[in-house]
């Protein structure tokens, strides 16, 4: 069974980086056709999708944040990273992060999500 | 990117059925067969509830059944339970190789 689990840190101050990182068990990041991504979700609020990347390495960004979002593989540790620069209160959300389906809309497994707070 | 329309509220009673409607534009729920919904309870993680407009993963009842229309997709479902009460969002690949989600519905089950 495929797991995901998101860990970093809960506080971050304003204008500094966020970096989060999601742990896969139970399955390999860097084999089959899927993309790894995160989705946010600020306390009472919608999802907005982040962005994923594919088990390749190829990116792709939710056009709003994709001046600061960078998101990387590490198949050595079966990880992948998020990383949100120059973060404001607005920011501040739960963290998700999924595995979906190439050539699908099938997304399938989720972390339980982390809390991030953006505050001084 | 502007989030997908949805109804912020939704309401029926248990055994009957109900629909969440989600409208976007030809460049992301009429342009592509890529339509998703999600089930999501108070604190919990969203869960795949229909993928690629109608699709059922393994392990969904069957009350539940998506459908598309030009730029608007939906999400039905039927023979109302108390536990299917829950937010719902719609999610969907856009022209711009990214995805975007509905604003969300809440389902009451009276």
């Known amino acids: 069974q495929l797991q995901l689990q998101e860990s970093g840190p809960g506080l971050v101050k304003p204008s500094e980086t966020l970096s989060l990182t999601c742990t896969v068990s139970?399955?390999?990041?860097?084999?089959?056709?899927?993309?790894w991504g995160w989705i946010r979700q600020p306390p009472g609020k919608g999802l907005e999708w982040i962005g994923n990347?594919?088990?390749?390495?190829?990116?792709f960004y939710n056009p709003s944040l994709k001046s600061r979002v960078t998101i990387s593989l590490d198949t050595s540790k079966n990880q992948f990273s998020l990383k949100l620069s120059s973060v404001t209160a607005a920011d501040t959300a739960v963290y998700y992060c999924?595995?979906?389906?190439?050539?699908?809309?099938?997304?399938?497994?989720w972390g339980q999500g982390t809390l991030v707070t953006v505050s001084s | 990117q502007s989030a997908l329309t949805q109804p912020a509220s939704v309401s029926g009673s248990p055994g009957q059925s109900i629909t969440i409607s989600c409208t976007g534009t030809?460049?992301?729920?009429?342009?592509?067969?890529?339509v998703s919904w999600y089930q999501q309870h108070p604190d919990k993680a969203p869960k795949l509830m229909i993928y690629?407009?109608?699709k059922r993963p393994s392990g969904v009842s069957n009350r539940f059944s998506g459908s598309k229309s030009g730029n608007t997709a939906s999400l039905t479902i039927s023979g109302l339970q108390a536990e299917d009460g829950a937010d719902y969002y719609c999610?969907?690949?856009?022209?711009?190789?990214?995805?975007?989600f509905g604003g969300g519905t809440k389902l009451t089950v009276l």
């Open positions: 999610n969907s690949y856009t022209s711009s190789s990214s995805w975007v």
């Open positions: 139970g399955g390999s990041i860097s084999s089959g056709s899927y993309y």
């Open positions: 030809s460049s992301d729920v009429g342009g592509y067969n890529y």
């Open positions: 690629d407009v109608s």
């Open positions: 990347i594919y088990y390749s390495g190829s990116t």
């Open positions: 999924a595995r979906r389906s190439g050539g699908s809309s099938y997304r399938d497994y």
